[in-house]
């Protein structure tokens, strides 16, 4: 009987995983009926995964092997929900596990910086506990040094961020800096440059990259599946899909305000306990937004989330 080995799912290839070996080489997986996972409710397999493996005989150029088992994941990047035909239950499809700090990689413009978005991701990367690096692209597009505005309110409150340009090759020295010995999931709009940095990050063009549309003024896709490449200076980095709308599950209406940190040293003030900051008489969290204490932008964010989440 063959050993049973480990490694870490890189990438995916239509039904089969490209997983990397402790040595670095690689070899093609696949999954059976008895694979098993200590991930209970989410996808199978993700890139970022621990796995335990087998070898078999291969009849191509790369080893090829079976997933018996996959780890339990530490950290995880969902896209959402989805339901399993035939089924009730719903699982989580996974992104990308395992990751040391989530990389949101927005643009000043085209597509332009959108702050619900960012404010989106905050929440989420609050809700796991993961930390947050927020990546502003295509900086030579400001001519008039409007970045500035628009990041204030994240650097107030204490979120990392770097300001970049691909095209003209400036702050990536600082963001290689920001990824080293980690594991960072790219991730954001499409468009905004995810696959353009990592080909520069990692030396060489390796992803595929495509302009915003034209027509409509949105990104376009060219990532269909996230893959993972080892940095030169150490560490790891997953580009994964665009993503148009991002979820929150498990987020509710009531846990949201949480989220929200500027909040919390306002919330022991409102007359409720339970205030939802939304329209209660007494709000402390509403004052403090009136007045200017708590970012106008921020708060209107807030808002707009409480409306989309369930109660």
Do not use: W
Request: overall charge negative; proline content about 3%; hydrophobic content about 35%.
């Amino acid at each position: 009987m063959k050993e049973t080995l480990s490694g870490v799912v890189i990438r995916v290839v239509g039904a089969s995983y490209i997983v990397e070996a402790g040595d670095g080489s690689q070899l093609r997986c696949r999954t059976v009926s008895g694979t098993g996972s200590d991930n209970d409710g989410a996808s199978l397999v993700a890139v970022g995964d621990q796995v335990r493996y087998k070898t078999k005989a291969s009849g191509s150029d790369m080893a090829e092997g079976v997933i018996l088992h996959v780890e339990r994941r530490r950290s995880a990047l969902i896209r959402r929900r989805e339901v399993r035909r035939n089924r009730s239950k719903e699982k989580e499809q996974v992104i990308a596990g395992n990751i040391d700090q989530l990389v949101l990689v927005t643009s000043f413009d085209d597509p332009p910086f959108n702050r619900r978005l960012a404010d989106r991701y905050i929440v989420f990367a609050e809700s796991e506990q993961l930390p947050l690096l927020i990546v502003v692209n295509k900086i030579d597009l400001d001519e008039e040094g409007m970045v500035d505005e628009d990041i204030e309110p994240y650097r107030r409150l204490g979120y990392r961020l770097c300001l970049v340009s691909a095209a003209e090759n400036l702050g990536l020295d600082e963001l290689a800096t920001l990824l080293c010995d980690r594991l960072s999931a790219f991730s954001g709009h499409s468009g905004v440059g995810k696959s353009t940095l990592i080909n520069l990050l990692i030396g060489r063009d390796e992803l595929k990259t495509a302009e915003t549309s034209g027509k409509t003024g949105k990104g376009v896709h060219t990532t269909s599946s996230s893959a993972m490449f080892r940095l030169p200076g150490g560490g790891y980095v997953i580009d994964t899909p665009g993503i148009r709308e991002f979820n929150l599950s498990g987020i509710t209406r009531e846990n949201l305000r949480f989220y929200f940190k500027e909040f919390l040293r306002y919330m022991p003030e409102c007359t409720y306990s339970s205030c939802s900051h939304t329209v209660e008489p007494g709000c402390a969290v509403i004052r403090a937004a009136e007045s200017g204490d708590i970012d106008a932008g921020r708060f209107e964010s807030y808002l707009a989330l409480y409306e989309t989440l369930d109660e």
